[in-house]
């Protein structure tokens, strides 16, 4: 009986590790009324089940101070890529650019980020 549970996790193992980390692909920046901005970010990860999914992303200033997350609460293992959205995200005076990455349950972050002008975004 042990070695059939052994021989269950040692395959399940490698689904797990195979899903990789969580990359974001697309990011659209929207200013908002009252100073804030809205994010539209798309990820792109080989969700596999509860154990091993994207479980956020997160809007950065380029030296790394974390100034909005958008936490997911379930796999997308059929909606790959996807797109979730975060409102209301502060961007402190003077900012002109931001990194935006997301985390997976296994590898945290880790993935494909990208930047994104602000001033390009506002128009300016």
């Known amino acids: 009986m042990r070695g059939v549970v052994l021989g269950f996790i040692l395959v399940l193992l490698p689904a797990v590790s195979l899903a990789g980390e969580a990359d974001v692909i697309d990011v659209v920046a929207t200013?908002?009324?009252g100073g804030?901005?809205?994010f539209d970010v798309t990820v792109r990860h080989d969700d596999a089940g509860w154990d091993h999914y994207a479980d956020a992303w997160e809007v950065r200033a380029v030296e790394g101070t974390v100034l909005g997350t958008r936490t997911l609460?379930?796999?997308h293992d059929t909606e790959q890529p996807?797109?979730?959205s975060l409102s209301g995200v502060a961007i402190p005076e003077g900012t002109t650019e931001v990194e935006v990455a997301a985390h997976d349950k296994v590898h945290a972050f880790g993935g494909a980020t990208m930047r994104v002008s602000l001033d390009a975004a506002?128009?300016?």
Request: glycine letters at 6%; hydrophobic letters at 25%.
């Open 73 to 75: 609460l379930h796999p």
């Open 31 to 33: 200013p908002e009324c």
């Open 36 to 38: 804030t901005w809205r």
């Open 82 to 84: 996807f797109t979730r």
């Open 122 to 124: 506002a128009g300016n």
